[in-house]
């Protein structure tokens, strides 16, 4: 029997993807997750073809954990102007915004990139997410986002508060189509004021700035009495010509999982979705703590028909070129 293109294609691509997953869980970086279900639950692994490419298409100086920002265009603008940065988040932190958007049932709380981090105590306040630029944040932090635009290479952009005694256990973001910028506004300026990036510490201090991939595994503390205020930027990764063709295309995902902050605000498709799904993922938590079985077998199921619905729309494109050319 012979075997089709479309078969081939599907099998080569499941192969990548397997392998892809395993690197990034057992060869990327030095630290490692303390079993498989702490890396399924904690990386996003069905990220990891994507992310491979993006590996692959960035450039030899951003392979790192940790790096400079001063290869981002326009950079010294947002150092130069800290303070004026800082005077706008403040003012939000001030106000309670950040209080306000981590509250249960508002809009800006079903964020399927940060929300379990609300239970530890972090907070956010958008700013401009791929191409969208928050109404609220225009009306709250414009001199903020006057700064932002000159800087090209930003592509996201938040406020966000630590509290004291909080602490973000290990973990790592799910897309690599950027970089992540952290720069200190208003922080207790101390080494017990932290984040820990694939084994390399860098504390917050006022007014200091560095860049770092965040699909690396990542914790963060504040063991301090003060809280720490940041902004906090998606920036391009340094690419080369592979990176550059990938990450137009990685952006569109990006891009559809915008959160709003308030109801002025508008939300991406992903981030819809997810909000739509809540409420049944709160009720399956309860069917958890009292039928943990059945909860299992469901979890399953689902996962089962969301990965053969991948697989049929990866699979329905080659078969249909399969059908054309031969």
Known sequence: ???????LALVAIALYSAGAMAYVYRWRGRTRYASLS???????????????????????????AVLEADYLEGIQV??????????????????????????????????????TFYKRGWSKFYLKWYGTT????????????????????????????????????LHADPM?????????????????????????????????????DETYPHHARNDTGGPRLILMCDVDRPMNGLGRVVQP???LIAKATLVP????DTRGLFSALFCKLAPLRQKSLSVREGRPRTYRLVKWAINVVLLGTLMAV???PFYVVEVALF
Request: glycine share 10%; hydrophobic share 40%.
């Open 134 to 169: 928050h109404l609220s944040a225009r009306r709250l932090c414009p001199k903020t986002l006057g700064l932002l635009e000159q800087v090209p290479g930003v592509r996201g952009a938040m406020f966000s508060v630590l509290p004291p005694g909080a602490a973000l256990s």
């Open 78 to 115: 947002i150092r130069d102007n800290w303070r004026v940065i800082r005077d706008e988040a403040l003012a939000l932190y001030v106000s309670g915004a950040f209080e306000a958007i981590k509250a249960p049932g508002s809009v800006g709380y079903y964020d399927v990139g940060f929300r």
């Open 38 to 64: 702490q890396y399924l639950r904690k990386s996003w692994p069905v990220f990891a073809p994507l992310n491979c490419l993006m590996y692959l298409g960035t450039r030899q100086s951003g392979r790192r």
């Open 1 to 7: 029997m012979t075997v089709g293109f479309s078969t």
């Open 261 to 264: 902050n308030t109801p002025e």
């Open 176 to 212: 690599a189509c950027c970089l992540r910028y952290h720069l200190g506004l208003l922080t207790p300026n101390s080494a017990l004021c932290s984040i820990t990036v694939d084994g390399v510490s860098c504390a917050w201090f006022d007014g200091q700035d560095f860049v770092f």
């Open 249 to 251: 295309i990685y952006r």
């Open 314 to 316: 990866v699979f329905a």
